[in-house]
């Protein structure tokens, strides 16, 4: 029973991460209208920045905002190269958008397994971690870490801040109009390149913050973790019902316990296969996702 | 300002979709304070025109004047703050949003006062005042097509674009709407209308234009063209 808690705590905090990532891929699909199975790659990027910043400056605060800057300025950079295939939006086909995303993966894995710490995986310093500092919370055999508090605290506080931005503001308003009508948006007035524009800004922020968190989180990052993250945002995103904010929150932390689980009672080292062999069950029983997509 | 002011002038106006040519050589206006129908069948042009003119579509050639200022090529965002809005075909409110935010996004570009516009909907529309927070999808056909009107009205338009208002309403609803429109004329809108269901636009028309494949074919008063026997015979079944 000490396990099961423990690893369902476990869980909630990596499941917190899967549920930022999800969200900003959600978003961009359902906003700025592309497929973005890159978009982990690019928080991973942001953690790399985030270390190199703290190796150099010896600073965890100048590093968290490094990281959370370079989210935002690639996210940035890279709008226009999907706003220009988007230009000319519904006789456009959405695939092209893949490819773009692709072969930025492709090309950001390789510069940061070629650049970086020369190839090898990096590791945050314990004064962002709090790994020198113990458990926070150690009752028998369940111990809460500093960091698995933060990024689940964090990370609920961020949902719950795309939330209100998604429902209770004037940008998420027209986020959402586009979102369920983008050519009916378009006719009451909603500038659709500008607003998908902000998308961008706003996912750039929540991958950031996902950066740092993970950074926290995790205490280390490789080259390969974009993509491993990636396969499993696009998986929870279809499982959940693609473009389905609610959903993806769902089985994002689902996911999160399921890997926990098998972590905790089974072989670690199958916690993926497992995990991917569930979610391919599920797709097959509920081919157009659990929740619906809304698309 | 005189009675005889064009508030939407087209001159020549020319619209393609690739190699189909989807208006030709248009020419048109609206006074302030008219109600100008645009009759036609299915194809004929009605929904490029008002498209064009909201600045969703950018015209081959030609020249479009609204309120004297030329807007050909004008983005759609631009032109509702100039004071135009389109009430599209099928209604065009998002069904999983809200009554409340669907208005509100007919507001999008300016939401100063939207508090006191939302009350004076309310007014007009006291189904959807009580209906405010469920979404649109839940609404009938009726209410729908009212929602769509009034979410052009928290635009604060001087001229709005009515695009098959009847279309899939009951006779009787169809009634509604044509006489929520009547008034909205009497208040001061100018109406731009596109209609299938001739006989009951002209009849609260001032005046009409007969398109057929792109082309304006005729144009007169509204009482012209209900006594024109091509008309008749063509659209009224008569």
Known sequence: MEILIAQIFNGLSIGSIYVLLVTGFNLLLLVAMIIHFSFPVVVVFSMYISWVVMTLTGSVTLGVVGGIASAIIVNMITAPMFQHIMKDRGSVDINATMVISMGMGMVITDILSHTFNQGFPIAFPDALTGNDQGALISVGLVSISRGQVLTLVIGVLFVAFLFWLLYKTRAGRAFRAIAEDPNGAKLVGIPLLKTGFQSYALTGILGGVTAVLMAVLLGSASAGLGDQLGHKVLAVSIIAGLGNLTGGLIIGLLLGILEAIIQGYLAGSWSNAIAFIVMLVVILAKPKGVFGSKL | ?238
């Not at chain 2, 032109?79 to 935010?101: A, H, I, K, Y």
């Not at chain 2, 899939?168 to 731009?192: C, M, Q, R, T």
């Open chain 2, 1 to 238: 300002m005189a009675q005889n002011d064009s508030i939407l002038k087209i001159n020549n106006l020319s619209v393609a979709y690739g190699h189909v040519q989807a208006l030709n050589d248009i020419s048109l206006d609206v006074k302030r304070g008219e109600i100008v129908v645009l009759v036609g069948a299915n194809g004929a042009g009605k929904t490029s025109i008002m498209e064009t003119v909201l600045g969703a579509n950018v015209p081959v050639s030609g020249d479009i004047e609204f309120k004297g200022m030329h807007i050909g090529g004008v983005p759609v965002d631009k032109n509702v703050r100039n004071g135009m809005f389109l009430v599209p075909e099928g209604r065009g409110v998002f069904s999983s949003m809200t009554v409340m935010d669907n208005l509100l996004l007919g507001a999008h570009h300016n939401l100063k006062n939207s508090t006191e516009k939302l009350e004076l909907v309310f007014e007009s529309f006291p189904v959807l005042g009580e209906r405010r927070t469920q979404v649109a999808g839940t609404l009938s056909g009726g209410e729908r097509q009212m929602l769509a009107i009034a979410r052009a009205l928290m635009s604060s338009p001087e001229m709005i674009m009515v695009d098959e208002p009847s279309i899939g309403l009951a006779p009787i609803i169809v009634n509604d709407i044509f006489e929520i429109l009547v008034n909205l004329n009497k208040e001061g809108y100018s109406i731009l209308l596109s209609e299938q269901n001739v006989y009951k636009a002209l009849k609260i028309a001032h005046r009409g234009y007969v398109l057929e494949t792109g082309k304006i074919t005729k144009s007169g008063t509204a009482e012209e063209l209900l006594n024109d026997e091509a008309v008749r015979e063509a659209y009224l079944g008569a």
